[in-house]
C-alpha cells in the first residue's frame, strides 16, 4: 500500500482537521519552548540555587499544561475526523485492510501536522524568547538560552507520542466496528 | 439580511434555544473548550493576581491624611536620609494635627532591609524593620495586635506582621533573633491588612541606640486634613534637601516602579495558550455546525436568516468560552488567592488576590477567544444558500 500518497491524499480531502491539528502544535510548542527556555535563563543567573528548583518546577508544569492541552485538542480533531469518515475506513476493513494498518492511518494523519507543527513551535519559541530579551527591562542581562537542540530531539518524539495516545480511543472504535453493520448506514 | 430587527432578535433567541437544547449530543466537543479555557485561565491569572495582589497590597497602606518627608531623589524611604537638625523645623510646619498634649504628630522613623530565612524556599528573603516611635503607633491605628504587646521605648523588642511570621523563621512569639548585628526580642504579632503585615517594627530609639545611627529615613506626619497637605510641602520644601508626598502618592510611586516582566509573560503564556484554545474553538464550532446540519438547512429552508443562525453558532462558542474561564478563575482562586509571597520593591510579603478585575480579564480574554474562533464557521453558515445547507445534511 502507498502510504504516502493515501495520507496526503486524506489531508487534501480534509484538509481542516489537519490545519486545526497543526496550529494546536504549533501554539503549544512555541509555548512550551518559551517556559523551559526561559527557565533555562533564569535558572542560569540563579548558579543553581533553590530558586532554579522552584523555577524548573514551574516551567515543567507549563510543559505539562502545553502537552496535555495539545493531546486534547488532537484527540478532538481526531475523533471528529474517524467519526465522519467512518464509511470510509469501513471500506477498507471491508476491502481486507488490517485493523491495524487502518489504526496506523489514522495516527499518521494526526502525527504529520503534529509534528511539522510542533517543530515550527519550538523555532517560533526561539524567536519569542530573543524579542522578550531584547523588550524586557534589563532582558540583556539574562544569558540567551542556547538552540533548543535537546529540545527538538525530545520535543518531535513528544509530537508523535501525542498523536499516538490522541488517536487512541477513536481507534478502539474503529477495531470494534462491525463491517456489516458500517455497511449496511451507507445505504 | 432581509428581516426586520424585531424578527432577527426571535429568530436568534430561537436558534439559539434550539441549539443549547442540544449540546448534550455536543459534549465531548463542548467540554473540549470548556478545557481549553479554563487551561488559559490557569496560565494567564496566578500572574496577574500577584500583580493585583502587590498594588492592594500598597494601596490599603495608604491613608491621604498622613504624609511622608524623604530627602530629595530618594526612590523610596529605606533610601532616604533625615538630616538630624530638619526634624525641628519638620514638626513646627503648618497642617501638622496635634495631640491632646500639644505635641506635633510627627514621627521620625527608620527603614532597613533585612534578610531572614523563607520557610518555604529554605532561602534568604527580604523584609523590612521598621523603627516607629509612641506617634508614629499613634498614627497608624491598623496596627492590631493579634498577640502579645507593643514594644517598650529604648527596648531591643519587635512585632512581626502575621504574614512575616508565616512566612519566616524565627518570628514567633517571645523568640529571640539576631538582626542588624543586635539580638531582638519578639514581643508581639500583628495585622493591618497592608504590605506592613510583611514587615518587623521595632522602636526608634532602639533602633538608633542599637545602630549608633544619628540620621532617621524618613519622617511620617498627621495632616489636620488632606487638604492642609500643600501648606505643610510649602513650609517642608524651604529646606531644599527635603521633598514631602501625600501617603498615597508615595505608593504610587512605587507601584510605578513595579516591574512589568511578571505581565509580559503572563500575555505571553496567555496568548500562546489562547492561540491553541482558539484552533480548539474553530474545531468544536465546526463540529457543531456539522452536527446540526439538517436543523440548519430546515430553518433556513423555512425563513430563518443566515445572520440568526450565524450568531447562534457565536453565542454557543461564547458560552462554553465563559463557562471555560468561570472554571478556570475557580482554579485559580482556590489555588493561589491569599497565598503569601515575598516579594515588593523593598522586599517584604503580599497575598496573591483573585480580584474582580483579574476574573473580568479572564473573562474578556475567553470571550474574545470564542469570538475569534466561531468566525470562520458561523460566517460559513450565514453565507450558505439554503441550497448548500441543505446538500450539507
Known amino acids: ?58 516551567t515543567e508544569t507549563i510543559a505539562a499544561i502545553g502537552l496535555a492541552i495539545i493531546t486534547v485538542l488532537t484527540w478532538n480533531a481526531v475523533s471528529h475526523s474517524v467519526r465522519l469518515r467512518m464509511p470510509e475506513l469501513t471500506i477498507l476493513k471491508a476491502l481486507g485492510y488490517s485493523t491495524g494498518l487502518i489504526i496506523t492511518l489514522i495516527w499518521s494523519e494526526a502525527a504529520a501536522p503534529s509534528v511539522v507543527g510542533a517543530a515550527m513551535g519550538l523555532l517560533l519559541s526561539r524567536g519569542i524568547l530573543l524579542l522578550f530579551l531584547h523588550l524586557l527591562p534589563r532582558g540583556d542581562m539574562l544569558p540567551v538560552p542556547p538552540w533548543p537542540l535537546a529540545l527538538f530531539a525530545t520535543g518531535l518524539p513528544a509530537a508523535v507520542l501525542v498523536a499516538g495516545i490522541a488517536s487512541a480511543i477513536p481507534a478502539l472504535r474503529i477495531s470494534r466496528a462491525d463491517v456489516a453493520s458500517e455497511l449496511a448506514r451507507l445505504r | 439580511m432581509n428581516t426586520n430587527p424585531k424578527t432577527a432578535m426571535r429568530q436568534f433567541f430561537a436558534v439559539t434555544a434550539l441549539g443549547l437544547r442540544s449540546l448534550h449530543t455536543r459534549i465531548a466537543n463542548s467540554l473540549v473548550v470548556i478545557f481549553a479555557l479554563a487551561v488559559v485561565m490557569v496560565g494567564l491569572l496566578p500572574l496577574l493576581a500577584a500583580s493585583d495582589g502587590l498594588i492592594s497590597s500598597y494601596t490599603r497602606a495608604a491613608n491621604p491624611s498622613r504624609a511622608l518627608v524623604l530627602s530629595v531623589g530618594a526612590a523610596t524611604d529605606g533610601s532616604s536620609t533625615i538630616p538630624q537638625n530638619s526634624l525641628k523645623s519638620i514638626e513646627k510646619s503648618p497642617g501638622i494635627a496635634r495631640t491632646r498634649d500639644g505635641l506635633a ?73 539576631r538582626l542588624l548585628g543586635a539580638s531582638w526580642r519578639v514581643v508581639g504579632i500583628f495585622h493591618t491588612g497592608s504590605i506592613l503585615d510583611g514587615d518587623l517594627i521595632a522602636d526608634a530609639t532602639a533602633m538608633k541606640l542599637m545602630q549608633n545611627q544619628p540620621d532617621y529615613n524618613f519622617v511620617m506626619v498627621k495632616l489636620d486634613s488632606p487638604a492642609q497637605f ?56 465546526y463540529a457543531a455546525v456539522s452536527a446540526r446540519a439538517r436543523e440548519i438547512a430546515i430553518l433556513r429552508a423555512i425563513g430563518f436568516d443566515g445572520a440568526a443562525v450565524a450568531a447562534s453558532v457565536v453565542f454557543e462558542a461564547m458560552l462554553l468560552a465563559s463557562l471555560g474561564a468561570l472554571l478556570g478563575t475557580l482554579i485559580v482562586w482556590l489555588w493561589v488567592d491569599g497565598h503569601p509571597w515575598n516579594g515588593g520593591i523593598q522586599g517584604g510579603v503580599f497575598r496573591f488576590l483573585v480580584t474582580p478585575h483579574v476574573a473580568l480579564v479572564g473573562q474578556g480574554w475567553a470571550l474574545v477567544t470564542a469570538l475569534i474562533g466561531a468566525l470562520p464557521p458561523a460566517l460559513k453558515t450565514g453565507r450558505a444558500t439554503v441550497i448548500d445547507a441543505l446538500r450539507d445534511r
Not at chain 1, 23 to 30: D, E, G, I, N, W
Open chain 1, 1 to 58: 500500500m502507498k502510504f504516502v500518497p493515501f495520507i496526503w491524499a486524506a489531508l487534501r480531502r480534509k484538509p481542516v482537521h489537519a490545519v486545526l491539528i497543526f496550529t494546536s502544535a504549533l501554539f503549544c510548542f512555541a509555548l512550551i519552548g518559551v517556559a523551559l527556555g526561559a527557565g533555562h535563563s533564569l535558572a542560569a543567573i540563579d548558579h543553581g540555587g533553590r530558586q532554579s528548583a522552584q523555577l524548573n518546577a514551574i
Open chain 2, 105 to 177: 504628630m510627627a514621627d521620625a522613623e527608620f527603614f532597613r532591609p533585612v534578610k531572614l530565612l523563607n520557610l518555604t524556599t529554605e532561602e534568604d528573603g527580604l523584609t523590612g524593620l521598621i523603627g516607629m516611635g509612641p506617634i508614629g503607633f499613634a498614627m497608624t491605628p491598623e496596627i492590631r495586635l493579634l498577640s502579645g504587646r507593643l514594644p517598650h521605648a529604648g527596648n531591643a523588642e519587635i512585632i512581626a506582621g502575621d504574614l512575616a511570621e508565616r512566612k519566616f523563621a524565627g518570628l514567633a512569639l517571645n523568640t529571640q533573633m
Open chain 2, 230 to 285: 500643600e501648606n505643610f510641602r510649602h513650609a517642608v520644601t524651604v529646606d531644599k534637601r527635603l521633598i514631602a508626598l501625600k501617603q498615597p502618592d508615595y505608593y504610587l510611586m512605587l507601584i510605578r516602579r513595579i516591574p512589568v516582566t511578571p505581565l509580559v509573560v503572563a500575555y505571553t503564556l496567555g496568548l500562546l495558550l489562547g492561540m491553541g484554545a482558539l484552533s480548539g474553538t474553530v474545531h468544536t464550532m
